[in-house]
């Protein structure tokens, strides 16, 4: 049975409070292996996105790429499920993970699909490679030349595991298209990406892909990991029939890589909820404040110092144990200081007023604090537009724990002309009518 229905608002501050008590025992290290990005699967909208277009480590998210070749060959008749693929010695020569397949033996295409989604298997992944295209660099040009006819315009793939190679290369956003396309192009074989568990040569192989279980409604895709790429995972979760992709790269350890996916998900089912009923969140509101995750330096250029992928547990353990302290958050700057000139206009929100049933949203927030220090930017900026703006917060009936920064008490045609003249400085914002 599914765990119970996650609720955003305690998610929120328990990582909150997690990311606190991790403050207040060392220094703040920022993550420059880290991005994200949050799609809506129906629309393609990208709900929100952290160093997207960043180079990164695919690590195993690469056989995505390679699922997607085989579904083709066997769409287009060249491979069937039963049909048993040869491994050669170089195949069986693979590091870990993998399922130890002996050179010389075979392995039937369907299992080869299960032991890449489940086991993430290298030496399954060359065999496939082999099959499909005579060789192990043959194919990894056939994978690149499809990532650019999908649109990944910024992967370039040089072997069909995501073993270390420095010129193997991607973004959160082209591993977003990847896994959009496996989900559309082949919605037939996407139900192998749901499965946490299958079963080869009279045992039963796990997965590492914790959120199928943990979190309700995922139901795919897939895990990965080398040193240089941190904890990557892409995502895909249904709730109330609307579908949200999230990919995440660069976790510090696997657990904190699924909390923070955990944490996009709601974030991105509370946003498409509001967006349902009309309402209207600005775009950083619900993501960019604070993160599971530390907060990226600008993007390095990847280094060569490369270790083993999807490692042995007792290496990845050492590794999460040694990188363990530095999985922190940025503190928010975003609150101004206690001489910030324009907090005065923070103490005229009780005030009343005679002006109009009109006002401009410039956000909706899960913490009022912030609500009112964007709001109260806001009348800032128009301080030469319009006197005595009054600032108003106030806690969706709907929505508890949701927070709407408004500026209120203004004649329609006032509040059309503060929203343009927001835009024009850049903020966005609309106009409303206000109780």
Same mark, same amino acid.
């Given at each position: 049975? +599914?765990?119970?229905?996650?609720?955003?608002?305690?998610?929120?501050?328990?990582?909150?409070?997690? %990311?606190?008590?991790? &403050?207040?025992?060392? #220094?703040?290290?920022?993550?420059?292996?880290? =991005?994200?990005?949050?799609?809506?699967?129906?629309?393609? !909208?990208?709900?929100?996105?952290?160093?997207?277009?960043?180079?990164?480590?695919?690590?195993?998210?690469?056989?995505?790429?390679?699922?997607?070749?085989?579904?083709?060959?066997?769409?287009?008749?060249?491979?069937?499920?039963?049909? +048993?693929?040869?491994?050669?010695?170089?195949?069986?020569?693979?590091?870990?993970?993998?399922?130890?397949?002996?050179?010389?033996?075979?392995?039937?295409? /369907?299992?080869?699909?299960?032991?890449?989604?489940?086991?993430?298997?290298?030496?399954?992944?060359?065999?496939?490679?082999?099959?499909?295209?005579?060789?192990? /660099?043959?194919?990894?040009?056939?994978?690149?030349?499809?990532?650019?006819?999908?649109?990944?315009?910024?992967?370039?793939?040089?072997? +069909?595991?995501?073993?270390?190679?420095?010129?193997?290369?991607?973004?959160?956003?082209?591993?977003?298209?990847?896994?959009?396309?496996?989900?559309? !192009?082949?919605?037939?074989?996407?139900?192998?990406?749901?499965?946490?568990?299958?079963?080869?040569?009279?045992?039963?192989?796990?997965?590492?892909?914790?959120?199928?279980?943990?979190?309700?409604?995922?139901? $795919?895709?897939?895990?990965?990991?080398?040193?240089?790429?941190?904890?990557?995972?892409?995502?895909?979760?249904?709730?109330?029939?609307?579908?949200?992709?999230?990919?995440?790269?660069?976790?510090?350890?696997?657990?904190?890589?699924?909390?923070?996916?955990?944490?996009?998900?709601?974030? $991105?089912?509370?946003?498409?909820?509001?967006?349902?009923?009309?309402?209207?969140?600005?775009? =950083?509101?619900?993501?960019?404040?604070?993160?599971?995750?530390?907060?990226?330096?600008? =993007?390095?250029?990847?280094?060569? #110092?490369?270790?083993?992928?999807?490692?042995?547990?007792?290496?990845?353990?050492?590794?999460?144990?040694?990188?363990?302290?530095?999985?922190?958050?940025?503190?928010?700057?975003?609150?101004?200081?206690?001489?910030? +000139?324009?907090?005065?206009? &923070?103490?005229?929100?009780?005030?009343?007023?005679?002006?109009?049933?009109?006002?401009?949203?410039?956000?909706?927030?899960?913490?009022?604090?912030?609500?009112?220090?964007?709001?109260?930017?806001?009348?800032?900026? &128009?301080?030469?537009?319009? #006197?005595?703006?009054?600032?108003?917060?106030?806690?969706?009936?709907?929505?508890?724990?949701?927070?709407?920064?408004?500026?209120?008490?203004?004649?329609?045609? !006032?509040?059309?002309?503060? %929203?343009?003249?927001?835009?024009?400085?850049?903020?966005? %914002?609309?106009?409303?009518?206000?109780?």
């Amino acid at each position: 049975m +599914p765990p119970a229905y996650r609720n955003p608002v305690g998610t929120l501050l328990g990582v909150l409070f997690g %990311c606190l008590m991790l &403050l207040s025992v060392g #220094q703040v290290h920022a993550n420059p292996r880290y =991005a994200a990005i949050v799609v809506d699967a129906e629309s393609g !909208d990208v709900l929100h996105a952290a160093n997207a277009d960043a180079t990164r480590y695919p690590a195993s998210l690469t056989k995505m790429m390679t699922l997607y070749l085989l579904f083709e060959a066997l769409e287009d008749g060249g491979l069937t499920l039963d049909q +048993p693929l040869p491994v050669s010695a170089y195949a069986a020569s693979k590091p870990a993970s993998k399922l130890y397949l002996k050179a010389g033996s075979t392995i039937p295409v /369907e299992k080869a699909i299960e032991a890449l989604v489940i086991k993430s298997a290298n030496d399954v992944a060359v065999t496939v490679a082999e099959a499909l295209g005579g060789s192990e /660099e043959h194919f990894a040009s056939m994978m690149t030349r499809k990532a650019h006819e999908l649109g990944m315009s910024d992967t370039v793939f040089r072997n +069909p595991h995501g073993l270390p190679d420095a010129r193997q290369v991607t973004t959160a956003r082209d591993m977003a298209t990847l896994a959009l396309r496996v989900m559309k !192009d082949f919605p037939q074989h996407y139900h192998y990406f749901s499965r946490t568990r299958f079963h080869w040569n009279g045992k039963t192989i796990t997965g590492h892909n914790r959120l199928l279980d943990d979190y309700p409604g995922a139901d $795919g895709l897939k895990t990965g990991f080398i040193r240089a790429s941190g904890f990557n995972v892409a995502t895909s979760a249904v709730r109330d029939d609307r579908r949200i992709l999230t990919v995440v790269m660069g976790g510090f350890t696997a657990a904190s890589r699924d909390a923070h996916t955990a944490d996009l998900l709601d974030r $991105g089912y509370l946003r498409l909820a509001m967006q349902q009923r009309g309402d209207w969140v600005a775009q =950083a509101d619900l993501f960019g404040d604070r993160m599971a995750l530390p907060e990226p330096m600008p =993007a390095t250029q990847p280094t060569r #110092q490369l270790a083993s992928a999807e490692a042995d547990p007792s290496w990845s353990q050492a590794l999460a144990a040694r990188e363990a302290s530095s999985m922190l958050t940025e503190p928010d700057t975003e609150m101004g200081s206690a001489d910030d +000139p324009i907090r005065a206009l &923070l103490a005229r929100n009780d005030a009343t007023s005679s002006g109009g049933a009109w006002a401009v949203q410039v956000g909706a927030f899960s913490d009022a604090d912030q609500a009112r220090s964007l709001a109260a930017r806001a009348a800032g900026h &128009l301080a030469s537009v319009l #006197q005595d703006v009054r600032v108003a917060v106030a806690e969706a009936q709907d929505t508890p724990r949701l927070f709407r920064a408004r500026l209120v008490d203004l004649q329609e045609g !006032d509040a059309r002309t503060a %929203c343009r003249s927001l835009r024009q400085q850049g903020m966005d %914002c609309m106009v409303v009518a206000h109780n």
